[in-house]
Nanobody, 122 residues
Framework: QVQLVESGGGLVQAGDSLRLSCAAS????????MGWFRQAPGKEREFVTA????????YYADSVEGRFTISRDNAKNTVYLQMNSLKPEDTAVYYC???????????????WGQGTQVTVSS
């Protein structure tokens, strides 16, 4: 089992950058694929990006491709989400998630963090 804690959210202006972190507990972090999702008010949770166990394979939603970058540091049990050129439509609660399986990185995750709010003003 793994516990996830997100941090780094906040209020920024359009065009700014922000980096989210997700710290994982346990000694098997490198055994988990990691993902980031977000949920805006009144909308369903949506996939943002995912990374495999070693960091060698990544997936991005079309809406963030080229602006967001996912990375991980297995020595620090942490996954990051670098968000550049932020837009008001990026406003949401951002969640990190973990799963041992990378078969369906856009949907299936067993473990979730509590979320961190990102607000982008125009």
């Amino acid at each position: 089992q793994v516990q996830l804690v997100e941090s780094g959210g906040g209020l920024v202006q359009a065009g700014d950058s922000l980096r989210l972190s997700c710290a994982a507990s346990g000694r098997t972090f490198s055994s988990y694929a990691m993902g980031w999702f977000r949920q805006a008010p009144g909308k369903e949770r949506e996939f943002v990006t995912a990374i495999d166990w070693s960091g060698g394979d990544t997936y991005y939603a079309d809406s963030v491709e080229g602006r967001f970058t996912i990375s991980r540091d297995n020595a620090k049990n942490t996954v990051y989400l670098q968000m550049n050129s932020l837009k008001p439509e990026d406003t949401a609660v951002y969640y990190c998630a973990a799963d041992r399986d990378f078969t369906d990185p856009t949907k299936k995750y067993d473990y979730w963090g509590q979320g961190t709010q990102v607000t982008v003003s125009s």
